[in-house]
């Protein structure tokens, strides 16, 4: 009798999970497939508490809806109805020492014709952006660079300070300055390979190819951490955006269920060992180790695990890994009486620019962006703290950090009120950084690692710091293993 498949999922985040359900369904029943994390919980970034009798996410907050990903994974784990979308509301940019609306004709924070910038920029700011298109621009199609040192030389400081940095900062948790245009905005890069003649006809060119309207995305979340990947959303109807009810967890539990997979929590994995046919892995503590023998493996860890794990046996792949620097930052989930917040702005969110003289990053007005998250009348807010390389400032204890927003929330939104809850969520090394040449070290990697007969690579590091993203890489991970074995290629 032949043996059946066995698969081991290194990482219980969203990509691991995601990919042992579409394990499950390519495999069938009899498959042998287990998951192996580290935490004593699954979810990874995506992590639901109760604030104040209310679930609430403290990690990603919401996804983009319009990529198809997580609306067909909702409906494959019987989810679909609790998907849910943002109201109305729109959020706020805190810029120069004033809160002001979004600025709108911008492809996430690079300016466009049209675009309006007037409550945002100084006199000299708004002419440097007049005078861009004007300005010989030198582009090699192919080309990678720091986007922030790229909107500096063509636009000036406040266009990267006040707006490009809160926006796309705030999704990787890191500085504009060092991330890499080609992986952040790959809709600019692609038009400039085009032939724009500048980058204010590039950010024009490539809002016109996607059909997004001038400032979609930046209205979604104030603190878009983790919640959706950098590209234009699809043109398409219906909201941008999409959140689940009851949260996250709801998501975790249901796909646990679905790949019906022998999930371990509290494990490391110290090694990954090629065997004639398949691969073992060392488990457990130094002193007492155990193994797993499988046929196949996909790692769902972040890079530096993953370094670790294939330097053995992918060398090249582990020195790709390397080079992908994390960064560390903070959740703090606020819970008020209406009653204690008369003057809360009916807004999504603010983000704040670079220079603020704040400690927040971003926040948003969760009970007012997400009905369901106000419907039992308290106001439930989450702010974002920490950037990359700004380490030092989290070296502090959970009540200092509360302080710290509290103090930032009276001067964004005139709060003075002792919240009835609190939770301080840290994501140590919770986000990859981007940087110039990611797409490079990237394709590196998988190609290492695609030359490994039943291994695979998904999660954040790859395409996209976004839920749909690890999803793709994890349906794509699953699918390349499964089109290989034996039995089934």
Known sequence: MTAPVSVAVVGGGISGLAAAHRLRTLLGDSAEITVLEQRDRLGGVLHT???????????????????????????????????????????????????????????????????????????????AVAGEPSRPLHWEPGTDTALGGLLRARFGPEVVDRIADPLLG???????????????????????????????????????????????LAAGPADPSAAGSPESPPPGPGPVFGAVRGGYREVIAALVAASSAHVHTGVTVRALNRRDTGWRLVLGPVPEPEVLDVDAVVLAVPAPALRRLLQPVVPRAAAAAGRVELASSAVVALA???????????????????????????????????????????????????????????????????ARTRADLRTLDGIDAVPIAAHVQRWGGGLPQYGVGHGETVAALEAAVAAEPGLAV????????????????????????????????
């Open 170 to 216: 705030g999704v990787y948790a890191g500085r504009v300055d060092a991330l890499g245009l080609r992986a952040t905005v790959p809709a600019l890069a692609a038009a400039l390979d085009a032939g724009a003649p500048s980058l204010t006809d590039a950010a024009s060119a490539a809002m016109a190819a996607s059909g997004q309207q001038a400032g979609t």
């Open 49 to 127: 508490v109760d604030l104040a009798g209310e679930p609430f996410d403290v990690g990603a907050e919401a996804f983009l809806a319009r990529r198809p990903e997580m609306p067909a994974l909702l409906r494959e784990i019987g989810l679909s109805a609790s998907l849910t979308h943002p109201t109305a509301a729109t959020a706020t940019l805190r810029a120069g020492g004033r809160t002001v609306g979004l600025p709108r004709g911008t492809l996430m924070g690079v300016p466009g014709r049209g675009a309006v910038l007037d409550d945002v920029l100084s006199e000299a700011g708004l002419a």
């Open 336 to 402: 008020y009486r209406a009653s204690d917040v008369p003057g809360l702005p009916g807004t999504s969110g603010c983000l704040v620019g670079a220079g603020e003289p704040l400690s927040v990053k971003g926040v948003t007005h969760a009970s007012t962006k997400w009905a369901h998250l106000g419907a039992d009348g308290l106001v439930r807010i989450r702010a974002s703290i920490g950037r990359h390389g700004e380490e030092a400032s989290l070296q502090v204890d959970d009540a200092e950090l509360v």
């Open 458 to 489: 998904a999660g954040a590091m790859l395409h996209g710091v976004g839920v749909p993203a690890c999803v793709g890489t994890a349906r794509a991970a699953a699918e390349r293993l499964v089109a290989a074995l034996p039995a089934h290629g």
